[in-house]
């Protein structure tokens, strides 16, 4: 086996979901945030309405790979309060994490003021309850680490403007609803995969060595952007300084499902599971269309991280 060639091992059954699998009309289902919970494997996901607009629907699986979606879609955009103006246009690419007994969640809201985080909790997945808008606009991709640091949350998340742009942050928050301490972490590399922008992507999880985070990059090309996942492995104590971020990347669109869809040439996470056995199992959205996944050997990222990296900034 050629592991340089195959970080990421694809699933045969992929896409493991289409919108003929959602019992409510949407055109696409991708971008999965993942969670365990007691046996049990549950994606949200982001679907596009016909009007253009995303909603957030949710499966279940007993293995990881075969998902039932619920009837109903998990969440749909505010029709009161400070969260509907700020998520009149849709909601879009949520993150779990676990800490303690609460599963938060963020996501994108759209709204005709830009882009900005959302942050909600759950604890049995029917439920939500909305906690706040954390960011201002132009900011998306927020994913928050699954342990506090010296009392605090900290969240990863990639804020753009033209003279900084998508780049990947961190900030600190007491309580969930304030944040900052903030700065900037890891830029996209001149001349290379991710020279265009890199962002967040699955919620970043334990290793022995470190915690392991797999962003996206993108690559502009005469044939539009292309988003492929790299790694990038933070110091189990101080997530801000950075071990080590992969040189190469770890998956790209290859497969006719991630080539062409809804935007074409697009492998974009939101989520992975860390497994008893080592490996890891990546969810990813392909050409914004469809859910795949792949499992990985952990100790094979967190080596690739280590032995071939290149500068984080
Ligand atoms: C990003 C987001 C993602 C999407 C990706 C590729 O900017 O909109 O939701 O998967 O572009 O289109």
Redesign the pocket.
Known sequence: MNLKNSMVHRFKGNPILTKGNVPYAVETV??AAAVKILGEYLLVF?SHLRNGRSILGLARSKDGCNFVVAPEPFMVPAREGVFAEYEEFGI??PRICQIDNDFLISYSAYSRHGVRIGLCKTSDFRSVERIALITQADY?NAVLFPAKFQGRYVRLDRPHTEIAPWSIWISYSPDLIHWGDSRVIMKPAPYHWDQMKIGPGATPFRTSKGWLHVYHGVFQTMDGAV?RLGVALHDLEDPAKILGVADEWILQPEEPCEVTGY?HN?V?TCGAIPEDDGTVKIYW?GA?TVVCMGTAVIDDLVGLCLSAPRPPM
Request: aromatic share 16%; net charge negative.
């Open positions: 991708h971008n982001r879009e690419d998306r988003y935007v697009v974009f959205g914004d």
